[in-house]
């Protein structure tokens, strides 16, 4: 049985992390009601998972939590979990009809007291996601030490319904009674804030990722660095041994036409750099080689970052990496062309971690009815007018913050965000006009 309910506010925000996030804050704080629709079980996006930001390595999630925090706790602003904006009509101006789909939590947020007693009495494991696949999760659980809101979960995909979190838990807040929700959402403006996939290495075989098990990628490094990480140190997964000779491939699945990716990621040369930096720290014996085509450090304190860890004892190699083959012991051979000598060359290493690129995530451009949403060649959303009106897309009244544009940094996705909120501030004063 499906439920439907008629909501209105001002801005439906589609987007629950750092630029949807920070973009229904300032609409929200002009007296604006936001509706935030996320498609995950927590606020923060991306961010909310790294480890330290580049390039002056202050914490992430002492960054994302207090505005998490904000967010949750506005006022004005409403938030909707395991959410998704279904369909998006725009009747008039000023006048959208949303269509959001909500699957069920199967626990009450409100009485969820995060003690954790459902977690450890499930007897079922599964692939932690958050930890990016190295370690596992109970079907029960809290989605991440620092979610927002922090509470548990059902994944009822996994879950055998044997009751035993059921009986241990002591508000009685799990409700398997729950069914999928559907809503009417009537606003005056929309901003799209669907950020971005990362790129799936499966796609590039000859560098073994998901065969060879001491291949990784970024992303499960920066799990292996973080303050809330899944092992108090960092390990290679193949055989939990601490890795001593560390390689990076930079450029994976960004700027190859042949993976279907032509553009830069600009973030991968320096969040390499940040985790070659943080890995001296961590593994002060270990060596660490970034295998690049160009450093790309245009930002501000970027270049004088890169050379800070080449003083740290990084090593750069200017090489394009042919293929990786694994060794009995686990160790890995990278075959690559150094580019400066004009010679192919082989080095071995016993951990490869994949810098992987940055790829679109356009599904929502599916849900738009009547006229359709833009996207540019890369299948990112369109700004119509990237200089004047960076956050206006072809559809009046609908603006765009954050990766969901394209590629960027944080810093830049937060200032997209403060674009598409002044854009959604003028445009919503001409309806009051
Ligand atoms: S009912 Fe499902 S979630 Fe609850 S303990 Fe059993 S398997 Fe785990
Ligand atoms: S669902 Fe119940 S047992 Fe699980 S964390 Fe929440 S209050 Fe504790």
Redesign the pocket.
């Known amino acids: 049985m499906s439920e439907k309910k008629i909501l209105e506010y001002d801005v439906l925000v589609v987007g629950g992390g750092i630029s949807g996030g920070e973009a229904a804050l300032n609409l929200a704080n002009l007296n604006y009601k936001v509706l935030v629709v996320e498609k995950d079980l927590s606020l923060g996006g991306k961010m909310i998972a790294l480890s330290k930001v580049f390039p002056t390595l202050d914490c992430a999630a002492c960054i994302t939590t207090p505005k998490v925090s904000e967010i949750s706790r506005h006022p004005n602003i409403t938030i909707m979990f395991s959410a998704e904006a279904k369909k998006i009509d725009k009747l008039g101006d000023h006048n959208f009809e949303a269509h959001v789909h909500q699957k069920p939590r199967f ?1 009450n947020i409100d ?9 450890q009495a499930c007897p079922v494991s599964v692939i932690d996601e958050y930890q990016q696949g190295l370690v596992g999760r109970k079907a ?1 659980f ?1 989605p991440f030490s620092i979610a927002s809101p922090r ?2 979960a059902i994944d009822i995909i996994n879950c055998t319904l044997c009751g035993a ?1 059921e009986r ?4 009685g ?2 409700d398997f009674t729950q069914t999928d929700k559907d809503y009417t959402v009537k606003a005056k403006a929309v901003v799209l804030a669907t950020g971005f996939n990362l790129f799936d290495p499966v796609k590039i075989p000859r560098y073994g990722y998901g065969k060879y098990k001491n291949v990784i990628t970024s992303m499960q490094m920066e799990r292996q660095l973080a303050p809330t990480r899944p092992f108090n140190a960092i390990l290679r997964p193949g055989d939990g041994k601490m890795p001593d000779n560390i390689a990076y491939v930079l450029c994976t699945g960004s700027r190859d036409k042949s993976v279907g990716n032509p553009i830069c990621s600009q973030v991968c040369c320096m969040y390499s750099i940040k985790q070659g930096q943080l890995l001296m720290g961590s593994l002060p014996m270990a060596d660490v080689t970034i295998y690049y085509l160009h450093i790309r450090a245009f930002g501000k304190g970027f270049n004088e970052f890169y050379e800070q860890a080449r003083d740290m004892g990084v090593e750069f190699i200017k090489g394009k990496i042919g293929d990786i083959k694994e060794k009995e012991n686990g160790n890995l051979i990278l075959r690559y062309e150094d580019v400066e000598e004009g010679k192919v060359k082989e080095a071995e290493h016993d951990m490869v971690v994949l810098s992987v690129g940055v790829m679109s995530n356009s599904e929502i451009s599916d849900s738009f009815q009547g006229e359709s949403l833009r996207l540019d060649d890369y299948g990112f959303i369109n700004q119509d007018d990237i200089l004047a009106s960076p956050a206006e897309t072809n559809i009046d009244g609908v603006f765009v913050a954050g990766t969901a544009t394209g590629p960027m940094d944080i810093p830049d996705s937060i200032l997209s965000a403060g674009a598409a909120s002044a854009e959604t501030t003028s445009y919503l004063r001409r309806a009051s006009l």
């Open positions: 626990v009485d969820c007291t995060a003690c954790q007693l459902c977690e029960a809290i509470a548990a979190c241990v838990c002591p508000t807040c799990i």
